[in-house]
């Protein structure tokens, strides 16, 4: 994931799953107070893993997509999905 959706993650568990809001004008301002309460205390995201392993899931998942894509019958996309 990068930043963009860890912060979109946040604001989601933080405001809006949090609360009830009868106007898009007290949704704005529940965000603006989050990200003023953030701002205030900020620290970097501190990414857990390696480049290596985020580039080998990829490799996995390009391959089989690659493998999806060629299939030419229903059935091999099913066997190839079990």
Request: charged share 25%.
């Given at each position: 994931?990068?930043?963009?959706?860890?912060?979109?993650?946040?604001?989601?568990?933080?405001?809006?799953?949090?609360?009830?809001?009868?106007?898009?004008?007290?949704?704005?301002?529940?965000?603006?107070?989050?990200?003023?309460?953030?701002?205030?205390?900020?620290?970097p995201f501190n990414w857990t893993v390696s480049a290596e392993e985020?580039?080998?899931?990829v490799r996995a998942i390009t391959s089989r997509m690659e493998s999806?894509?060629?299939?030419?019958?229903?059935?091999?996309?099913?066997?190839?999905?079990?």
């Amino acid at each position: 994931m990068n930043q963009i959706e860890i912060w979109n993650g946040i604001l989601t568990r933080k405001v809006i799953r949090c609360g009830t809001f009868s106007s898009v004008k007290i949704l704005n301002r529940e965000i603006e107070s989050l990200v003023a309460h953030w701002n205030s205390d900020c620290k970097p995201f501190n990414w857990t893993v390696s480049a290596e392993e985020i580039l080998e899931k990829v490799r996995a998942i390009t391959s089989r997509m690659e493998s999806l894509l060629r299939a030419t019958e229903i059935d091999h996309v099913a066997s190839r999905a079990a």
